[in-house]
T-cell receptor, first 114, second 113 residues
Framework: DQQVKQNSPSLSVQEGRISILNCDYTNSMFDYFLWYKKYPAEGPTFLISISSIKDKNEDGRFTVFLNKSAKHLSLHIVPSQPGDSAVYFCAASGRGTSYGKLTFGQGTILTVHP | DVKVTQSSRYLVKRTGEKVFLECVQDMDHENMFWYRQDPGLGLRLIYFSYDVKMKEKGDIPEGYSVSREKKERFSLILESASTNQTSMYLC????????????FGQGTRLTVV
């Protein structure tokens, strides 16, 4: 039972344009959501997070949007740069889970073309 | 800087061998995790520990065990390695809080032949 789903395995975007990565979840106990970025042969690194009391969080070029009623979140990268090419994972946790335990999606491979 | 260090970047083991993957963190985190990453399947939790000698099974614990004798160290053990355990293994640590991120090691690429 996949509680966090990223339905797009890959996304290709031109440099300077917007990248939008999507994530859906099914567990209504999740109330904290994170995005991680992973380069090949490296561990994932934390990018940005959002708690369920908000519907938007911005950090520079990265913005995460949360739609609780749809159980959907998205990561917007504007403008996209070739160095953003990586695998992006969304993750979720909440009070109904063991504190600090994250459930991850399958990942989306983002390729930004110069 | 938070540092999570995995003992090996690459390992090649034979089928049936007992394999130990070691992980050390330096931030006094209560939680430690072992995930495996496979294409199309994302990061799947194998085992989780929230304190010394305490552990919880994750989503795919079969064929694995863990040991946490000290707070900073979390070991993953493959009792009898099989080819379907060929994967990228990732260790992570975090505070024992709901609203916190996990910090990952660099990963160990294990190949079982």
């Amino acid at each position: 039972d996949q509680q966090v789903k990223q339905n797009s395995p890959s996304l290709s975007v031109q440099e300077g344009r917007i990248s939008i990565l999507n994530c859906d979840y099914t567990n209504s106990m999740f109330d904290y959501f994170l995005w991680y970025k992973k380069y090949p042969a490296e561990g994932p690194t934390f990018l940005i997070s959002i708690s369920s009391i908000k519907d938007k969080n911005e950090d520079g070029r990265f913005t995460v949007f949360l739609n609780k009623s749809a159980k959907h979140l998205s990561l917007h990268i504007v403008p996209s740069q070739p160095g953003d090419s990586a695998v992006y994972f969304c993750a979720a946790s909440g009070r109904g889970t063991s504190y600090g335990k994250l459930t991850f999606g399958q990942g989306t491979i983002l390729t930004v073309h110069p | 800087d938070v540092k999570v260090t995995q003992s090996s970047r690459y390992l090649v083991k034979r089928t049936g061998e007992k394999v130990f993957l070691e992980c050390v963190q330096d931030m006094d985190h209560e939680n430690m995790f072992w995930y495996r990453q496979d294409p199309g399947l994302g990061l799947r939790l194998i085992y989780f520990s929230y304190d010394v000698k305490m552990k919880e099974k994750g989503d795919i614990p079969e064929g694995y065990s863990v040991s946490r004798e000290k707070k900073e160290r979390f070991s993953l053990i493959l009792e009898s390695a099989s080819t379907n355990q060929t994967s990228m293994y990732l260790c992570a640590s975090s505070l024992r809080e709901v609203y916190t991120e996990a910090f990952f090691g660099q990963g160990t690429r294990l190949t079982v032949v």
